[in-house]
């Protein structure tokens, strides 16, 4: 079985400012990565997914994550966030072979602020 | 290309009724996905077809769950007897079964309050 931890439930941030939202993953077979973002009263988007190759992954609106196997974290980050980007992310993983079927992790709210 | 649509959207019901979502995935999408999310909680997976056959139903299912996708298309989730504690959102999403794509197509939801 998986698990994941996004050990910060809000982060508050001024536009403009640099982002790290963090994620780990506990599993005891590799895992396919994910990182979603969730607008009031809305599905999830898919921002970006590790499955192979290079461990920094790029994403849609500027994130990007890294994959560190060692650490067991994936921790998504935007160089500088916009009033755009508030909402709530959340981390999965998947293992594969497991039907695709994602563990999610309690999320992230992410406030940006003037 | 719609993409996964999910009615109705909000629907607030007394306990002890009964409730039936739809979901239309991606038509051509094989795999649908149901999952749920509660206040402050990530999603939860709840069971996912693959064409019309249910693969897997996590434990979280109880009896009073069931879902279907009768010729593989739509899928309804019903629960029975609800009670407080099924309050949530229930989404939908749909997916290609290709070992190379995980690219999961998620509904907007049903808001589900049972008083």
């Known amino acids: 079985a998986q698990s994941v931890t996004q050990l910060d439930s809000q982060v508050p941030v001024f536009e403009e400012a640099p982002v790290e939202l963090r994620c780990n993953y506990s599993s005891s077979v590799s895992v396919y990565l994910f990182w979603y973002v969730q607008y009031p009263n809305q599905g999830l988007q898919l921002l970006l997914k590790?499955?192979?190759?290079?461990?920094l992954v790029k994403g849609i609106n500027g994130f990007e994550a890294e994959f560190n196997k060692s650490q067991t974290s994936f921790h998504l980050r935007k160089p500088s966030v916009h009033i755009s980007d508030t909402a709530e992310y959340f981390c999965?993983?998947?293992?594969?072979?497991?039907?695709?079927?994602?563990?999610f992790g309690t999320g992230t709210q992410l406030k940006v602020e003037l | 290309d719609t993409g996964v649509s999910q009615n109705p959207r909000h629907k607030i019901t007394k306990r002890g009724q009964n409730v039936t979502f739809r979901c239309d995935p991606i038509s051509e999408h094989n795999r649908l996905y149901w999952y749920r999310q509660t206040l402050g909680q990530g999603p939860e997976f709840l069971t996912y077809f693959q064409n019309e056959a249910q693969l897997e139903k996590s434990r979280l299912l109880s009896d009073r769950f069931s879902a279907e996708r009768p010729k593989g298309s739509f899928s309804t989730l019903e629960i029975q007897r609800t009670e407080q504690g099924d309050s949530a959102m229930y989404l939908c999403?749909?997916?290609?079964?290709?070992?190379?794509?995980?690219?999961?197509?998620f509904g907007s939801g049903t808001r589900l309050t049972v008083v």
């Open positions: 590790y499955l192979s190759g290079s461990t």
């Open positions: 999403a749909s997916s290609l079964a290709i070992a190379a794509d995980y690219g999961y197509t």
């Open positions: 999965a993983v998947s293992a594969p072979g497991g039907g695709n079927k994602l563990t």
